[in-house]
């Protein structure tokens, strides 16, 4: 494969009341040479999480449909807007992913249009994670689902990382395709569409760290993991579609 034209990448961070780690989360990326700018996506913060992001130097945007799948398409749509890079990497603004990561997605990069990171090396991983051994075997499970979905086009070992790179030309290609108002969901039905049209998915262990600040997303509980796994199940056999839970989709999920 040719070697990159340019390693240069626009990075976007979700955020939801995370001003415990935004401002460490803005300052880690921005010490990266690749790195162009950071975009924060607040999706409607009560907190200081915008006001934290805007003074470490990110370009901060407020998303004020509740949800993580909206505040996922937000900064990819966002990031897409930049013409100067190549490559969008987008990530949480938790502290749970570091930085430093970027070289490992980018060593990839001449050999896909998505490099997913995986969280599903056990070394890489601290030992106490929000990722409970039931949700570690089911990402692992649904990553194979969607694997045997689309027989011989990828491996998949994670369906619920954040933390990505993707070729602009190819994100925005299918961008137009991919549902926000799927919400916790997000990432399974995001690679589905993207293998569904050709787009070539590399998985790369990344680094997984203890979040700092409370956890909102499907993480919170084995409980709340098994639905959003079985709602990943549903999507990725039958379909996916916008359920009113979706429509509602509230903060509180
Ligand atoms: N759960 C949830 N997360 C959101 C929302 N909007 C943005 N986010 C961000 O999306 C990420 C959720 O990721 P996840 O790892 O599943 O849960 P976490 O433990 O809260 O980080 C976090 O960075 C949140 O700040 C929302 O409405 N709900
Ligand atoms: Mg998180």
């Not at 990819?76 to 490559?87: Q, R, S």
């Not at 075997?137 to 194979?144: E, H, M, Q, R």
């Not at 491996?155 to 619920?160: E, F, I, Q, S």
Request: hydrophobic share 40%.
């Amino acid at each position: 494969m040719a070697p990159l034209a340019s390693r240069h990448v626009t990075v976007a961070l979700t955020a939801y009341n995370d001003e415990a780690s935004i401002s460490d989360a803005v300052a880690d990326f921005r010490t990266r040479p690749e790195v162009r700018r950071v975009i924060v996506v607040s999706n409607d913060s009560t907190d200081s999480t915008f006001a934290r992001a805007e003074a470490t130097g990110a370009i901060t945007i407020n998303e004020s449909s509740p949800g993580y799948g909206r505040c996922v398409f937000r900064c990819l749509t966002e990031a897409a807007k930049f013409e100067d890079v190549d490559f969008i990497v987008l990530c949480e603004g938790d502290r749970t992913f570091r930085a430093s990561d970027i070289d490992k997605l980018l060593a990839y990069a001449p050999h896909a249009d998505i490099v997913n990171g995986t969280r599903t090396s056990e070394s890489l991983r601290e030992y106490t994670t929000q990722l409970s051994i039931f949700m570690y075997y089911g990402n692992i499970f649904v990553g194979k689902l969607l694997e045997a979905k689309h027989l011989g086009r990828s491996t998949l070992t994670d369906v619920g990382t954040t933390y990505k790179l993707c070729r602009r030309d190819a994100l925005r290609a299918i961008l137009p395709l991919v549902n926000p108002a799927i919400n916790l969901e997000f990432n399974a039905h995001f690679l589905d569409v993207a293998l569904e049209h050709n787009l070539v998915v590399v998985e790369c262990p990344i680094t997984f760290h203890r979040r700092v600040g409370v956890s909102k997303g499907g993480n919170v509980n084995n409980w709340r993991g098994f639905k959003v796994g079985i709602n990943m199940i549903r999507g990725i056999v039958f379909g996916w579609k916008t359920k009113k839970r979706d429509v509602l989709a509230q903060h509180e999920t």
